[in-house]
């Protein structure tokens, strides 16, 4: 196993293997590849000497199905039958999911509301009042997670949750989401 930033805890040994491979695939350090972000919701841009982009690893076919075949098996076991993915990170995701299990509907939050055609902010098929669970590829804070839940509540939708492949411990996302009746489960932790 090669030297990590993070120690990662799978809620699943079965695709363990998968989901350490999206991570070792995925993390880059700033002399590999740069990387730009802005702190606790600061306006100013500083380097990271670290990311995690998970897209990366999730573009990857063999990686992506036993993720979304273990994520739809959440889905079945909480009897839930509606996704929304926010963020470029979700959309694999969603896609996967929607292949790897029959009976469900997905939609897509948009950031903000398109300014032609129908001009909404939630696309795809959702269902208003059926329970939804956002899919996200890695949770940090939750604070991603609440915008879309509170997006998705304006929208007319049912947000009952969060799915997503990595969630980082001590970030105080489940308590962050749990205050708006939020679930959170995830396949891996990050410490």
């Known amino acids: 196993m090669p030297d990590r930033y993070h120690t990662l805890t799978s809620r699943d040994p079965g695709i363990r293997w998968a989901v350490e491979e999206v991570y070792d695939r995925s993390f880059f350090w700033a002399r590999e590849r740069p990387y730009w972000k802005r702190r606790n919701g600061s306006t100013r841009v500083e380097a990271s000497h670290w ?14 199905t036993p993720i979304a075949d273990a994520l739809s098996i959440i889905l079945r076991e909480r009897g839930i039958t509606q996704i929304a993915g926010y963020g470029y990170g979700s959309f694999l995701l969603v896609g996967a999911i929607l292949r790897s299990a029959s009976g469900l509907t997905a939609g897509i939050i948009r950031e903000s509301r398109k300014q032609y055609g129908f001009r909404n902010r939630v696309e795809g098929a959702l269902i ?9 590829d890695v949770v940090s804070s939750g604070r991603s997670a609440l915008r879309a839940a509170a997006d998705l509540r304006v929208e007319g939708f049912n947000p ?17 989401l749990g205050m708006r009746d939020l679930t959170l489960d995830a396949l891996a932790t990050l410490t």
Do not use: E, K, M, S
């Not at 990311?51 to 992506?64: E, F, I, N, Q, W």
């Not at 009952?160 to 962050?176: H, K, M, S």
């Open 51 to 64: 990311a995690l982009d998970t897209r990366v690893g999730l573009a990857r076919a063999d990686l992506l």
């Open 128 to 136: 208003n009042d059926a329970p939804t669970i956002i899919v996200d």
């Open 160 to 176: 009952v949750g969060v799915l997503a492949v990595f969630v980082y411990a001590g970030r105080r996302a489940d308590l962050r």
